[in-house]
């Protein structure tokens, strides 16, 4: 403890700027933003991100995800998720998102999801609307509000999140930020085992990496972590142009 404390003061001495993040990560819903809330950046046209979440603990899972944008201000992104025990039914979320307004001071953007959720063989689906911000002030910070429908939904439920990216150190290697979240859905509604249970915490949070000047992001996270149930996860983004 006492080295890692030593190698983050002088990493503080000999990079004092403190500098912005990048919306090139993938969250668990398949939209850049934060761990489950999406923020109303969207990656940068003509780019695709290629990411990894993995669920680090008992409830161990695969989740790749995939962003693309071919136009401006627009991005897609697709995800499935392969989690033990159910490995043999993998479960799938397909998000838009398109930034309709953009300032110094605030954007805005609407967005769309589709789950197709598995779980021992039986299937359903559910859909989310939601309407998101993005403001700059101590930290980068996003907010969602929207409403999930389909499948095992609470109806009189309004889903809202709120995520903060916070820059901490940043040199010439890249820059370390925390990262927290919290809300009151789930990225895919039922049975979503290490990142959400029915039971959750609804608050999660960790620490982001960001290398080869942003086209790299690695994320270290708990998630739930006001819950028992709490699990540890980590994702890995790379950002490529063309």
Known sequence: MKRLITLFTLLLLISPVISKGAEYQANLGASSGNINTPSADTIRKNSVVLNSWFLLTENTGYLPRVLVSFVENWEIGFGADFQKPDSN??????????????SN?????????????????????????YLGFTWMGWAKTSAIIGK????????????????????????ELGKLAIITDFSNYQYRNKYVEGAGNLSRGIFSGGVRVLLLNNKLNIDFVFTDLLDSNREMAASFSFILSF
């Open 89 to 102: 039914d993998p479960s799938y979320i397909l998000n838009t998102k398109y930034k309709f307004y953009d």
């Open 148 to 171: 999930t429908f389909g499948d095992y939904t609470e109806k009189e439920n309004i889903d809202f999140s709120i995520g903060i990216e916070k820059i901490l150190l940043a040199g």
């Open 105 to 129: 001071s605030i954007k805005a953007a609407i967005g769309f999801n589709y789950q197709y959720n598995v779980h021992n063989n039986s299937t359903w689906n559910n859909y989310q609307f």
